[in-house]
């Protein structure tokens, strides 16, 4: 099983938006409304920021959201702030097993 | 609260193996399928494979095949992960995750905090 790609580094300034996209296949990706977005911080364990492609845990701020459009889900973080100067993993179900993104790298300039 | 804790740091020889437990609290333990997931040093998330606490059911991780075991005890709610001919590229911090798809759909709505494994070459 391949890993979802995933750009290696996005930057933005405070209070402007970013996406960062996840791009399977149609046995992962495409074939499922099951995409999961993981935030770490360095040393910390990975945080569900959104399951099912757009929703948000209780307690995840409204300024991230999820979508997916084929085989590429995206996620968006409005009104960027320093806080959220971490890691992002894309994560999809497939055939009973899971499969990761390689990670994006967000800086906050 | 639900919280998984897992157990300490460990350094091992090339060739030997490595038990890493994740005691589960605050839930049904048998209620979900627990996840391990590995991440070298400055790279990404990997995914190992999964057990089924109820029944103690596997799948693995077609790279991870025949050289990992993932086991349970319910007694004491805690899953354990097994890596045996250890490498030096195995040196990296593995994760328990809980998956949520028994009750909603798949995903990892709690992790442990990690243990570090080194096998310096």
């Known amino acids: 099983q391949s890993a979802l790609t995933q750009p290696a580094s996005v930057s933005g300034s405070p209070g402007q938006s970013i996406t960062i996209s996840c791009t399977g296949t149609?046995?992962?990706?495409?074939?499922?409304?099951?995409v999961s977005w993981y935030q770490q911080h360095p040393g910390k364990a990975p945080k569900l920021m959104i399951y099912d492609v757009s929703n948000r845990p209780s307690g995840v701020s409204t300024r991230f959201s999820g979508s997916k459009s084929g085989n590429t889900a995206s996620l968006t973080i409005s009104g960027l702030q320093a806080e959220d100067e971490a890691d992002y993993y894309c994560?999809?179900?497939?055939?009973?097993?899971?499969?990761f993104g390689g990670g994006t790298k967000l800086t906050v300039l | 609260q639900v919280q998984l804790v897992q157990s300490g740091a460990e350094v091992k020889k090339p060739g030997a193996s490595v038990k890493v437990s994740c005691k589960a609290s605050?839930?049904?333990?048998?209620?979900?399928?627990m996840h391990w997931v590995r991440q070298a040093p400055g790279q990404g998330l990997e995914w190992m494979g999964w057990?089924?606490?109820?029944?103690?059911?596997?799948n693995y991780a077609q790279k991870f095949q025949g050289w990992v075991t993932m086991t349970r005890d319910t007694s004491i709610s805690t899953a354990y992960m097994e890596l045996s001919r250890l490498r030096s590229d195995d040196t990296a911090v593995y994760y328990c995750?809980?998956?949520?798809?028994?009750?909603?759909?798949?995903?990892?709505?709690?992790w442990g905090q990690g243990t570090l494994v080194s096998v310096p070459s």
């Open positions: 149609s046995s992962d990706v495409g074939g499922y409304n099951y």
């Open positions: 605050g839930y049904t333990f048998t209620g979900y399928f």
């Open positions: 057990i089924n606490l109820n029944s103690g059911g596997t």
């Open positions: 995750a809980r998956d949520s798809a028994t009750v909603t759909t798949p995903y990892f709505d709690y």
């Open positions: 994560s999809s179900y497939t055939s009973s097993s899971r499969v």
